[in-house]
T-cell receptor, first 114, second 111 residues
Framework: KAGVTQTPRYLIKTRGQQVTLSCSPI?????VSWYQQTPGQGLQFLFE???????NKGNFPGRFSGRQFSNSRSEMNVSTLELGDSALYLC?????????????FGPGTRLLVL | EDQVTQSPEALRLQEGESSSLNCSYT??????LFWYRQDPGKGPEFLFT???AGEEKEKERLKATLTKKESFLHITAPKPEDSATYLC????????????FGQGTTLQVKP
């Protein structure tokens, strides 16, 4: 079974631009969560989508948004990039079968904002 | 406020020297506690899920245990390839899909 895939793996953007990251969950998983990882703040939850609906949201500004498609693939968008948005962006998928709450992570997208 | 604290921040061991990593948590009801391993530049790799106090799980040289306030990751006779950052996370029943992570313990095992 293929794992979680994320594209692109690396991105370089300049301040003020916007960026879209993509995540394909494990086949059959319907929940996708997004996290931001930085050396100073560690792993922080952005939002979670389930069956195309945002089910939970972290404490990030409105510049961070996401969506989920009918095939469970998810995208996150960051508008008006700031230097502090440089981070590793991770997505995780959750099957939830039989009460299993385990989230499986993808390799991440490394975003550098110049 | 839900919170996770891991200790120590960094740990250096000689190959074969067993030790334990600690994860203390405060959460309004525990839906699950998770251990991950993360290598530099990669996504976290799942190790264990624990749901209730008293639960234990093992995998090769690793064993995870859970009490009502903390979890331990015991590493028996570690090898250099066990070097990585180990992350602990919790999920509260009221926060679907949201994991709260500790800052991690960076383990270095020297041959």
């Amino acid at each position: 079974k293929a794992g979680v895939t994320q594209t692109p793996r690396y991105l370089i953007k300049t301040r003020g631009q916007q960026v879209t990251l993509s995540c394909s969950p494990i086949s059959g998983h319907r929940s996708v969560s997004w996290y931001q990882q930085t050396p100073g703040q560690g792993l922080q939850f952005l939002f979670e989508y389930f069956s195309e609906t945002q089910r939970n949201k972290g404490n990030f500004p409105g510049r961070f948004s996401g969506r989920q498609f009918s095939n469970s693939r998810s995208e996150m968008n960051v508008s008006t990039l700031e230097l502090g948005d440089s981070a590793l962006y991770l997505c995780a998928s959750l099957g939830g079968w039989g009460g299993d709450e385990t989230q499986y992570f993808g390799p991440g997208t490394r975003l550098l904002v110049l | 406020e839900d919170q996770v604290t891991q200790s120590p921040e960094a740990l250096r061991l000689q190959e074969g020297e067993s030790s334990s990593l600690n994860c203390s948590y405060t959460v309004s009801g525990l839906r699950g506690l998770f251990w991950y391993r993360q290598d530099p530049g990669k996504g976290p790799e799942f190790l264990f899920t624990l749901y209730s106090a008293g639960e234990e799980k093992e995998k090769e040289r690793l064993k995870a245990t859970l009490t009502k306030k903390e979890s331990f990751l015991h590493i028996t006779a570690p090898k250099p390839e066990d070097s990585a950052t180990y992350l602990c996370a919790v999920q509260a029943p009221s926060n679907t899909g949201k994991l709260i992570f500790g800052q991690g313990t960076t383990l270095q095992v020297k041959p």
